[in-house]
């Protein structure tokens, strides 16, 4: 079967410091990949998806970038984190577009 | 713009009664709605999903029913226990191919 990890589970960091999420898929090959941020009490925004290795789409302009190094291996980075970059940040798998999304177990980021 | 609501925010019900979650989509071209179920400090669990060629579809003691007409979904749960106190969430691709998601609905269950 097929399970998706993220990790930390938790981070806390301060303003203008450097930033790496990872998330690996095991039990799938060349899944699609998406990271996803969720506000307090709010709806998931995704943030960038990825068909391939090295094919990376961004959904909104931000502070954030992504990176597909291997085929199931999803990093989330920045370079200088902001307030505003603190929420809960979710990776997930589809086996390809428009297929049933599923969803890590999340990171929950904290800048201060 | 798009979008997915959901007609109650909150929901709470007593243990052993059966829950009634609502949602309302704007996109009468989706054809593939999905049900979530979120514990706090955890990601989204799938939960049951439809196709638009159907307009009920069963799992264990959740239903998920389809109004096209009306572009309504909604999610029952028979029996509902402790353990399906979360925030439940409804979604959908546009045509875009993003998955589109509702607000949430959170369900307390009373002992």
């Known amino acids: 079967s097929q399970t998706i990890h993220q990790w930390p589970a938790t981070l806390v960091q301060p303003v203008g410091s450097p930033l790496s999420l990872e998330c690996t898929v095991e039990g799938t090959s060349n899944p699609n990949l998406y990271w996803y941020r969720q506000a307090a009490g709010r709806g998931l925004q995704l943030l960038f998806y990825?068909?391939?290795?090295?094919?990376i789409s961004s959904e909104v302009p931000q502070n954030l970038s992504a990176s597909r190094p291997q085929d199931r291996q999803f990093i989330l980075s920045s370079k200088k984190l902001l307030l505003s970059d603190s929420g809960f940040y979710l990776c997930?798998?589809?086996?390809?577009?428009?297929?049933?999304?599923?969803f890590g177990p999340g990171t929950r980021l904290t800048v201060l | 713009g798009e979008s997915v609501g959901l007609h109650l925010p909150t929901l709470s019900v007593q243990e052993g009664d059966n829950s009634i979650i609502n949602c309302a989509y704007s996109?009468?071209?989706?054809?593939?709605f999905i049900w979530y179920k979120q514990e706090s400090g955890k990601g989204p669990q799938f939960i049951i999903d439809i196709r638009s060629n159907m307009d009920k579809r069963q799992g264990q003691r959740v239903t998920v029913l389809l109004n096209k007409t009306v572009k309504h979904l909604s999610l029952q749960i028979a029996a509902t226990q402790p353990g399906d106190s979360a925030v439940y969430f409804c979604?959908?691709?546009?045509?875009?191919?993003?998955?589109?998601f509702g607000q949430g609905t959170e369900l307390s269950v009373k002992p």
């Open positions: 990825s068909v391939g290795i090295g094919q």
């Open positions: 979604a959908f691709y546009n045509q875009g191919g993003k998955l589109i």
């Open positions: 996109n009468s071209a989706s054809d593939y």
């Open positions: 997930a798998w589809s086996v390809g577009a428009g297929d049933t999304q599923y």
